[in-house]
């Protein structure tokens, strides 16, 4: 037993007490069970008189309200442990002063105590728990709970599994319940806010949620690629079904992997954004200047970043210019060609395991390393426009505006001018601001064909 504290807490009442209500939110009653859990818990570390011998004897309220937080823990896998872990991981957002109980200090050996765990955040001036701090309120010096304990802190618990709670560490060598205990983001706001979290593009999340106002009916794609898509889409939306109903789970690995390759502005974002709609799931771009780094090791941790966040929620993850992070292994002749090369097998091996979706685009197929192609289950061709289509891509993007000259000929300017969908609305939007800064209110065959003159001199093309 520890000595040396400077210490006083009143002794918790026995579980089952009445106890003044001093607010009647479900997370009021969770924080005050857990100060009577730290209480009795700092007590019976330091052999102070305790009404209970067991923390455990202070039973958590009772979930009876419609809160996301009581709809949260009223499944029966949510015990007294998980619950304990996850209110503490809380504390510190919503009531931060609740922990500085365990600043109390050693004055033996005038610091904290080793057994509290805790870490110090940059800015925050509170006590932040790690592993550690919910070791010791469940077990204390129980040897033999400590190791039970344990097991909720690995990744394959259902609590990190289902990204509830989060363990970080990042100090090789230490003991791995110094790492702190976190809530993830989506799950600290629903249980403040009532309002379901979706992540800030950020260093730390460098990955931007991808919308769109457009649907199916803009998208312009051959059968071929549509059958393609239909089959992801279909992937998507029933892949449980497939996997658990099916019994396919022992032969095939639950994430998918697609390759969209083509010329630029053929409709790959577009395709996958609106795959995201069909299937409800938020599909986020990758960001590659964040992800990139010239120094070594950085760029596999920035992605572990997306990678992780994204572990078990029903995203797309989708990588835009993915030969840049994806490119072709080289031979062998440098550290530097030998830490690429690792770079490379690291990112395929996190694609690989990923039970998500990851849609990687790149303009030629033949930038992408083959181990990557090898291990994808669709590979998807984004052809130029025929003329046919580019006729149905001028007609969606300027017939309806009513706003068209009587000299513009779009059947003509279609089999004549070979662009790709995004090049067409490049071209749309500088002939309308041509038209404006004439001071007309239509837009006329000239403003066209200035635009696809000026559109296709950046492909290095003569109209």
């Known amino acids: 037993m520890s000595s040396g504290a400077e210490l006083r807490v009143v002794p918790p009442p026995v579980a089952g007490a009445r106890q003044p209500e001093r607010g009647g939110g479900m997370h009021e009653r969770e924080l005050q069970w857990l100060d009577r859990v730290l209480q009795a818990r700092l007590c019976l570390h330091f052999g102070q008189p305790c009404e209970v011998a067991d923390v455990r004897q202070i039973a958590p309220p009772s979930p ?16 007294f442990d998980e619950r304990l872990l996850l209110v503490l991981a809380l504390a510190p957002h919503v009531r931060p002063q609740l922990l500085d109980l365990l600043f109390v200090r050693n004055t033996n050996l005038d610091r904290g105590y080793t057994e509290f765990g805790g870490w110090k955040g940059r800015t925050h001036g509170g006590f932040l728990p790690t592993c550690e701090t919910g070791a010791f309120l469940l077990a204390g010096e129980d040897l033999e709970r400590r190791f039970e304990a344990c097991h909720l802190f690995q990744p394959d618990h259902w609590l990190q599994a289902r990204g509830i709670l989060r363990v970080e560490h990042d100090a090789p060598g230490e003991p791995p319940l110094s790492a702190a205990l976190l809530l993830h983001d989506e799950y600290r ?48 939306l029933h892949s449980n079904t497939l996997l658990e109903g099916w019994g396919l789970a022992k032969a095939v690995k639950p994430g998918y992997r697609a390759l969209f390759f083509g010329p630029p502005g053929t409709g790959k974002t577009l395709t996958a954004t609106l795959m995201g709609q069909v299937a409800k799931a938020d599909v986020y771009r990758i960001d590659l200047s964040m992800v990139v780094s010239k120094f070594i090791g950085e760029t596999e941790k920035n992605l572990a970043r997306v990678f992780d966040q994204a572990q078990n929620r029903h995203w797309i993850l989708f990588f835009d210019e993915a030969d840049a992070l994806f490119g072709k292994r080289t031979a062998t002749s440098s550290s530097n060609d030998r830490y690429a090369n690792q770079e490379v097998s690291y990112l395929l091996q ?39 289509q580019r ?46 800064q004439a001071g007309r209110q239509t837009i006329g065959a000239a403003d066209l064909r200035n635009g696809i003159a000026r559109e296709m001199r950046k492909e290095g093309r003569t109209a």
């Open 350 to 388: 996190r694609v690989e395991d990923f039970p998500g979706t990851v849609i990687l685009a790149t303009n030629l197929k033949g930038n992408i390393d083959e181990a990557f192609a090898r291990r994808f289950q669709s590979l998807v061709y984004f052809p130029m426009p025929d003329a046919g």
């Open 189 to 236: 706001e629903l249980l403040t806010t009532g309002q379901q979290h979706k992540p800030d593009f950020s260093p730390s999340f460098p990955a931007r949620l991808t919308t769109t106002h457009l649907s199916w009916d803009d998208l312009v794609l051959g059968h071929e690629v549509m059958d393609e898509i239909s089959a992801i889409t279909t992937w998507l």
């Open 391 to 436: 006729l149905r891509l001028w007609e969606g993007m300027v017939r309806h505006t009513g706003r068209l000259a009587a000299d513009v000929d779009l059947e003509r300017l279609a089999a004549q001018y070979e662009l790709s969908g995004g090049a067409i609305a490049n071209v749309v939007r500088a002939a309308a601001i041509a038209a404006l």
């Open 64 to 79: 009876q309200d419609d809160s996301a937080y009581a709809r949260l823990v009223r499944s029966p896998e949510w015990g």
